[in-house]
């Protein structure tokens, strides 16, 4: 089978069909016996607010691209989606986010406790789940291997969430130590496409390719919202310079001259930032090309991630996984120009 061209709107279609019944179970899964008006109150604002396709598409089109069904990876990718939620509502109380995508957060409805305690359930309904996996499977060694890869790259996850605490209004943090906690925040993206290759019975060869791959597609989702929150689409530039990092392009510009890491490093400091301020930080930006360093970076390691994709053989789901990530590069590059 030869692969075969398809537009954004196709892809985008099949990944929203396909992703649409795993959000209803996902729905599901997170109340299921739970009791407590307040916290079922809570879990159905996580139900609406959840609406990722990003994470278990990737791990359908990885088990397929490797030989697997889409009904094999199905319980893979709830597992992720009930972590990536837990592990969402998690950081949303580290960084103090009331409000995140233009949206009121669990954190900001409910408060640090509700939160903190529903990021705790999700979580654990994510790994009590992996009884599923066992019982339709049959499979308890595959299912082991399974949770270690997961658990290994969990693992990391948490600890870039740990070097990202240590960036907070810094702007001297080195450019090659935050590249490198946003290539590490990629690792949750790596576990779909790494367990839905597993799930399908990969090859090493095919199972550490899909790795690659999705680790690329990770790195590149970050990049894309380090830019997101440098232009300040979303109105929530002065909450992450206070509470998070400050972003990639701005610590590049910081990096030109020592009278703008001067200037930038004021802003940075401020008790509030105003709107003149958010317009100087673009300013210094724009004058140091720093979004051309993004979109640079981004379009090399996309290449990476298509090359990686070579060893699959071709077949629908290796043209959504290119398509996948020509997204993502053309996201980046349509927030950096």
């Known amino acids: 089978m030869e692969d075969k061209d398809l537009s954004f709107r196709e892809v985008n279609t099949l990944i929203r069909e396909r992703?649409?019944?795993i959000l209803e179970k996902f729905g599901q899964v997170a109340v299921s016996g739970v009791k407590d008006p307040k916290l079922l109150a809570a879990l159905e604002d996580v139900k609406n607010y959840w609406r990722d396709f990003n994470r278990p598409s990737l791990t359908f089109f990885s088990c397929e691209?490797?030989?697997g069904t889409y009904e094999i990876s199905q319980d893979a990718a709830l597992m992720f989606?009930?972590?990536s939620s837990g592990f969402g509502v998690h950081d949303d109380i580290l960084d103090r986010s009331m409000n995140k995508h233009l949206r009121m957060t669990i954190l900001g409805l409910h408060g640090v406790d509700t939160a903190l305690l529903v990021g705790d359930l999700l979580i654990v309904k994510a790994w009590t789940f992996a009884h599923e996996l066992i019982r339709k499977t049959g499979n308890p060694t595959k299912i082991a291997d399974v949770l270690e890869a997961y658990g290994n790259l969990s693992v990391e996850i948490c600890e870039a969430e740990f070097m990202e605490t240590q960036c907070r209004q810094k702007v001297d943090t080195a450019l090659e130590f935050y590249e490198n906690v946003l290539w590490k925040e990629g690792a949750e993206i790596e576990a779909c496409s790494r367990i839905g290759a597993m799930m399908g019975d990969g090859k090493p060869i095919e199972i550490e390719a899909l790795s690659d791959f999705g680790r690329r597609l990770g790195f590149l989702s970050r990049l894309a919202d380090?830019?997101?929150d440098c232009r300040n689409?979303?109105?929530d530039l002065p909450?992450?310079?206070?509470?998070?990092?400050?972003?990639?392009?701005?610590l590049y510009a910081a990096k030109s001259s020592s009278s703008k890491r001067t200037r930038i490093e004021k802003i940075v400091n401020k008790k509030e930032i105003s709107a003149s301020d958010m317009k100087s930080l673009l300013k210094f930006c724009f004058e140091t090309e720093a979004f051309e360093y993004v979109n640079n970076l981004a379009k090399k390691k996309g290449e990476e991630a298509r090359r990686k994709l070579s060893v699959l053989r071709p077949s629908l789901s290796r043209t959504m996984l290119l398509a996948i990530i020509m997204q993502a590069n053309a996201r980046v590059e349509r927030l950096c120009i």
Do not use: F
Not at 239 to 250: A, F, G, M, N
């Open 19 to 21: 992703c649409e019944r």
């Open 65 to 67: 691209a490797v030989g």
């Open 81 to 83: 989606t009930l972590a």
């Open 226 to 228: 380090e830019v997101e």
């Open 233 to 235: 689409i979303k109105g």
């Open 239 to 250: 909450h992450r310079i206070k509470y998070e990092s400050v972003p990639l392009p701005l």
